[in-house]
Each structure stands twice: as structure tokens, then as C-alpha cells.
T-cell receptor
Framework: AAGVIQSPRHLIKEKRETATLKCYPIPRHDTVYWYQQGPGQDPQFLISFYEKMQSDKGSIPDRFSAQQFSDYHSELNMSSLELGDSALYFC????????????FGPGTRLTVL | DQQVKQNSPSLSVQEGRISILNCDYTNSMFDYFLWYKKYPAEGPTFLISISSIKDKNEDGRFTVFLNKSAKHLSLHIVPSQPGDSAVYFCAASDGGNAGNMLTFGGGTRLMVKP
């Protein structure tokens, strides 16, 4: 079965650079979520989108922005990168209705040098 | 302030025995709870969930128990298998289902010894 696809899987950037992470949800899923997992920490919710509209907002820094496109894929844009942004970034998708279980992608490991 | 806590960072169990992973929460608004399993270099994989209107949900070797008055849930794995070795995250949501943002616990690393 098709899973959530995230690209790139690994990304190395320098401080103050920008990064764009992409997420392709499971087909027919209409909701996308972004989570950040720092070293030794639990995943923290950043933001979610339903039908291309922002649905929920968590602890997402102002330097980050995200959107969901007409094909339901989502992009997380990160600017003025800081060392503390180094983390695993997970995208999850779900289909609204029923229990709405979130299915996670493999994550993008971002390293800021 | 962590709203979902898994107080045991690790657990070691013999193959064939029962594994019990525990989770506590503080937010009374949480009404849907999930367990995820995570292998290194992979995203969390959904295991089992429970709504706050139930106190038990079973799926094969996995059973989740919910004690709302104690704000406590547990995951039982019987019998434990070496392939179950992974990090297990407890997660909670409000809104009655998993569609809202999830708040995760810190995870418990389960090691099942052959």
C-alpha cells in the first residue's frame, strides 16, 4: 500500500539558509500534519492543513511557513535556519471521517551547521 | 509542562512474556489516545487506539487499557516477540478522534530478548 512520501530524506544546511521540505500524503487523504522531533525528544506538532486550509497551529516558529497545494501535497518552508532547527521532521496524513488515524512518513532529517 | 508522560524510558522483556507500557496524561480535554511504534530511521507506525468512551480495545496481541479517573493508559503486548523491539510512543488528541493534533509522550524503548 502507498505510504506518505517525504523528500528529501536528509538535508544539510548552514545557519541563516533556507530549506523546503516536501510531503506527499497517502492517496485520497485530505489532511496533512507536520511534526518536529529534536534529538532525544518526542515529536512536537507544528501545523496541519485540511483541504488546503490551515487547520491547527502548534509550536511553529514565525520563521517557518507551510502550505497545502491543490494535489494535497504540502511543503514546509524554513528560513533563517538556526542550529536548534536540526531535527527530524515528520509529515503525517489522514482522511477526515471515522477515526482519522494519522499515518506518518519516514521523516526528513535536517542538519543545520 | 508535558501533558503526556511515559515515565519508563526503557523496558526489557523476555520473548513470550507480557510487555506492559504505561502512559499518563494531565489534560482532561484529551478524549482519544493512540499508541505508535517507531523503528530507527522510520516514521511512527500506528498500532492501536482507544476512545475515551471505552476502557479497553484489543487487536491481536495488542490491548490498550484506559483508566480515565486516573488519567492513565497502558499497552499490553502478549506474547512479546523480538520483532516488537522498538520505541513506543503514547499520543493523545482532543475532538474525539485522531484528526486533531497529537500530543506525544517521550517514548519507551522496548527490548524483547530471545
Amino acid at each position: 500500500a502507498a505510504g506518505v512520501i517525504q523528500s528529501p530524506r536528509h538535508l544539510i544546511k548552514e545557519k541563516r539558509e533556507t530549506a523546503t521540505l516536501k510531503c506527499y500524503p497517502i492517496p485520497r487523504h485530505d489532511t496533512v500534519y507536520w511534526y518536529q522531533q529534536g534529538p532525544g525528544q518526542d515529536p512536537q506538532f507544528l501545523i496541519s492543513f485540511y483541504e488546503k486550509m490551515q487547520s491547527d497551529k502548534g509550536s511553529i516558529p514565525d520563521r517557518f511557513s507551510a502550505q497545502q497545494f491543490s494535489d494535497y501535497h504540502s511543503e514546509l518552508n524554513m528560513s533563517s535556519l538556526e542550529l536548534g532547527d536540526s531535527a527530524l521532521y515528520f509529515c503525517a496524513s489522514s482522511r477526515r471521517g471515522g477515526s482519522n488515524e494519522q499515518f506518518f512518513g519516514p521523516g526528513t532529517r535536517l542538519t543545520v551547521l | 509542562d508535558q501533558q503526556v508522560k511515559q515515565n519508563s524510558p526503557s523496558l526489557s522483556v523476555q520473548e513470550g512474556r507480557i510487555s506492559i507500557l504505561n502512559c499518563d496524561y494531565t489534560n482532561s480535554m484529551f478524549d482519544y489516545f493512540l499508541w505508535y511504534k517507531k523503528y530507527p530511521a522510520e516514521g511512527p507506525t500506528f498500532l492501536i487506539s482507544i476512545s475515551s468512551i471505552k476502557d479497553k480495545n484489543e487487536d491481536g496481541r495488542f490491548t490498550v487499557f484506559l483508566n480515565k479517573s486516573a488519567k492513565h493508559l497502558s499497552l499490553h503486548i502478549v506474547p512479546s516477540q523480538p520483532g516488537d523491539s522498538a520505541v513506543y510512543f503514547c499520543a493523545a488528541s482532543d475532538g474525539g478522534n485522531a484528526g486533531n493534533m497529537l500530543t506525544f509522550g517521550g517514548g519507551t524503548r522496548l527490548m524483547v530478548k530471545p
